[in-house]
């Protein structure tokens, strides 16, 4: 048997020799591109690369071996991808986003949108990142309302939530972006301090109901524990929740709601405080219809649909990572129409200005089903 030493030498020699081959094969893949460039053919060839690796993994009977050089093979012509999207965008061949950039958002007497009611945590939302160019504002029954609104001109801008620190996403906002063709241009984070609101004269032990958001009732779901005697109840808003345990003056009801919102319906604050989290929060995006981002945005969210095979999610990562963009936030929502099939959203670093970001986003759209950009815009700061 021959020592330990003896062989790593010998794998030594075959690594500087699979090296060297590598080397070669990107001088070549570099010369492929060349051609592509010239003729204006695409990248990726799913046929050729199929027959390719099946052609290659026939060359071993043996399991674990055929399985090996199909993936090493699946690697290396990945690579080679991503070196001829490089040479395509540094040769100006590469198609750009339908996206314009402008200096900073035009909200001069905008129109803003927002679902609920007075009160609304979106409201405050909208506040803190319109500013005193939130006077012109108004609210509607849904989130699709909101949407419809902007889709339709008669809103500027809509403010949504999008994700909870503590509850998680609010999925039928992410399903709205999908479905509607308008775009996230700015986001705003505000903590989120859930009080118990009652009628003036209402004591805590006279509650029976409490009446709330799903997303705050869930918020809120260690708190409702230690009363189990209360029954929940769902409603579309938490000033909604507000307003109905006002206008049915009964002491046994309460809401769940902002301590802001008690002073605007005239409640009285039960309990300060009742989320699970202390440092709970809720990311609100800000959509418009027109396709813009400011030169100062920092942040990508896109969505992608791939094959529902092993390895296809990996691959379309593999973008980011070879790119050196930087993922903070990754979701799944199922296809419509695809049962246990599903849609992926993502959040990237970076601004669509970047080549690197164009080098991912241009290899994501050759070998995905389908790609969205959602918005490019500048990462919002938490307001306590």
């Known amino acids: 048997m021959r020592g330990l030493n003896e062989l790593r030498e ?3 020699v075959i690594d500087e020799r699979i090296v060297e081959l590598y080397r070669r094969r990107m001088e ?6 060349e051609y592509k460039i010239q003729n204006n053919r695409q990248v990726f060839d799913r046929e050729r ?3 390719k690796l099946e052609k290659l993994s026939a060359m071993d009977d043996r399991p674990f071996h055929k399985r090996g050089i199909c993936e090493l093979f699946e690697q290396i012509m990945a690579i080679s991808r991503k070196r001829q999207y490089q040479m395509m965008s540094e040769n100006g061949g590469m198609e750009k986003p339908d996206f314009h950039e402008v200096d900073r958002l035009d909200d001069t007497g905008a129109r803003i949108v927002f679902q609920g009611t007075e009160g609304a945590y979106a409201q405050l939302a909208m506040r803190e990142y319109f500013g005193e160019n939130a006077a012109n504002s108004y609210h509607v029954d849904t989130w699709r309302d909101a949407m419809e609104a902007i889709q339709n001109g008669e809103a500027d801008y809509a403010v949504l939530p999008i994700e909870n620190s503590s509850a998680g996403i609010v999925s039928e906002n992410y399903d709205l972006l999908v479905e509607y063709d308008n775009c996230i241009v700015g986001e705003q984070i505000i903590k989120i301090n859930h009080a118990l609101l009652g009628l ?4 805590l032990s006279d ?3 409490v009446y709330s958001h799903p997303q705050a009732l869930m918020q809120c779901s260690r708190y409702l524990e230690t009363q189990r005697s209360w029954q929940r109840c769902s409603l579309k808003n938490t000033a909604v929740a507000a307003q109905k345990v006002r206008d049915e003056g009964d002491v046994k009801k309460a809401a769940i709601a902002s301590v802001l919102t008690a002073e605007i319906y005239g409640l009285n604050v039960l309990k300060e405080e009742i989320q699970n989290n202390r440092e709970n929060a809720t990311r609100f995006i800000i959509v418009a219809k027109d396709h813009i981002f400011t030169k100062n945005a920092n ?3 896109i969505t992608f649909e791939v094959e529902h095979k092993s390895g296809s999610l990996y691959h379309m990562l593999s973008h980011f990572i070879f790119n050196g963009i930087n993922m903070d936030h990754i979701e799944s929502r199922p296809v419509q129409s695809k049962n246990w ?3 992926f959203f993502v959040d990237l670093e970076g601004n669509l200005n970047d080549p690197a970001v164009l080098n991912a986003l241009c290899g994501l759209r050759e070998e995905a089903i389908s790609v ?3 918005g490019n815009y500048q990462t919002g700061g938490i307001v306590q």
């Open 49 to 51: 690369e199929l027959a």
């Open 341 to 343: 099939e599903y849609r």
């Open 299 to 301: 942040k990508i969210s």
């Open 28 to 33: 070549i893949t570099a010369e492929v591109a």
């Open 372 to 374: 969205k950009i959602l």
């Open 10 to 12: 010998e794998i030594d």
């Open 200 to 203: 003036p004269q209402a004591q």
């Open 207 to 209: 509650i029976e109901e």
